[in-house]
Nanobody, 116 residues
Framework: QVQFVESGGGLVQPGGSLRLSCAAS???????IDWYRQAPGNQREWVAR??????????WYAQSVKGRFTISRDDAKNTVYLQMNSLQPEDTAFYYC????????WGQGTQVTVSS
């Protein structure tokens, strides 16, 4: 079972950018990968998905982040990225990644705080 370590979060001002990384413990080239986020007091929310290169490699986004976030993958590094631009306070959350469908184990996530 693949395990993930998320990184790259931090404190950023509204309108700023961050790039999150999702490093896998094993090869992910056959998997679609999702990014999720969870704000305090809220349920986990799906953010973005990227399919495997052999399955179109296409990317999909929640409406709330479409046009601002970009998901990408580097299978040689077993890593998936989430480029987040034009960040807003409502993007504040812990961000997690997992396979699609999700495996049973979640990483610790990386915290993103958007505040002036």
């Amino acid at each position: 079972q693949v395990q993930f370590v998320e990184s790259g979060g931090g404190l950023v001002q509204p309108g700023g950018s961050l790039r999150l990384s999702c490093a896998a413990s094993a090869s992910i080239n056959v998997f679609a990968i999702d990014w999720y986020r969870q704000a305090p007091g809220n349920q986990r929310e799906w953010v973005a998905r990227i399919y495997s290169i052999d399955n179109t490699g296409s990317d999909w986004y929640a409406q709330s982040v479409k046009g601002r976030f970009t998901i990408s993958r580097d299978d040689a590094k077993n890593t998936v990225y989430l480029q987040m631009n034009s960040l807003q306070p409502e993007d504040t959350a812990f961000y997690y990644c997992n396979t699609y469908p999700p495996g049973p184990t979640w990483g610790q996530g990386t915290q993103v705080t958007v505040s002036s």
